[in-house]
């Protein structure tokens, strides 16, 4: 099993501000995943961080807004810069165990995000 | 490409009472299937999941979900619900070495 801390839990910000959530997993992990999870809505994958690599985006998500960062095997950060109302949502970091397909994604608790 | 769809966004049903909530997947490769929930104010669990072998599987709260190949179906169901299964719970498969939710539902357990 995986642990996976976030900070901050929450946070209110002002349109325009940048935020950097940090996630925190209490074992060396390859793959990092961060979420995001608006209102109503079901998870979606914001982008794939392998350590030692530049993150993977996916459709609609880029690196300008999402810049990531994953200095070694259990940590990572996500920012959201320049924010708007419409960031408003929980971000979800998450991890895969080690048993390669089919194993256990493990995710931390959240960060919920209001933009103001 | 995969998909998951959760026909229900919300379920009420009463203190003791059976609860199904469906989900349907569609895959192209083989399938692997879960289904996660979300307790109020608390991160995802893994509730389930179904990788090969025996079609029904079980949690240890009381949930099972039956892989049907035929029906490309995954429902959840318990044949008796608490007040502390409250939740959304959402159904994931993996695709392209990526997980894929559907969009979840909330299961709200009337007194």
Redesign the interface.
């Known amino acids: 099993s995986a642990v996976?801390s976030q900070k901050p839990s929450r946070d209110i910000c002002q349109r325009g501000t940048s935020l950097t959530i940090q996630c925190q997993v209490d074992s060396q992990v390859t793959m990092m995943?961060w979420y995001r999870q608006q209102p109503?809505?079901?998870?979606t994958?914001i982008a794939?961080a392998n350590q030692g690599s530049e993150a993977t985006y996916e459709s609609g998500f880029v690196i300008d807004k999402f810049p990531i960062s994953r200095p070694n095997l259990t940590f990572s950060t996500l920012t959201v810069s320049n924010m708007s109302p419409e960031d408003s949502s929980i971000y979800?970091c998450?991890v895969v165990g080690t048993g390669g397909?089919?194993e256990?994604?493990?995710?931390?608790?959240?960060t919920r995000l209001l933009v103001l | 490409a995969q998909s998951v769809t959760q026909l229900d966004?919300q379920v009420p049903v009463f203190e003791e009472a059976p609860v199904e909530l469906r989900c349907n997947y569609s895959s192209s490769v083989s399938v692997?299937l879960?289904w996660?929930v979300q307790y109020p104010n608390?991160?995802?669990?893994?509730l389930l999941?179904y990788?090969s072998g025996s079609t029904l599987v079980k949690s240890i709260n009381g949930f099972e979900a039956e892989f049907n190949k035929s029906q490309t179906s995954f429902h959840l169901r318990k044949p008796s619900v608490h007040i502390s299964d409250t939740a959304e719970y959402?159904c994931a498969v993996?695709g392209d070495?990526?997980?894929i939710?559907?969009?979840?539902t909330r299961l709200h357990i009337l007194p």
């Open positions: 996976i995943f109503g809505q079901s998870l994958l794939t979800l998450s397909i089919g256990t994604q493990y995710f931390g608790p959240g | 966004s692997y879960f996660y608390q991160g995802l669990q893994l999941k990788l959402f993996i070495d990526k997980i939710f559907g969009k979840g």
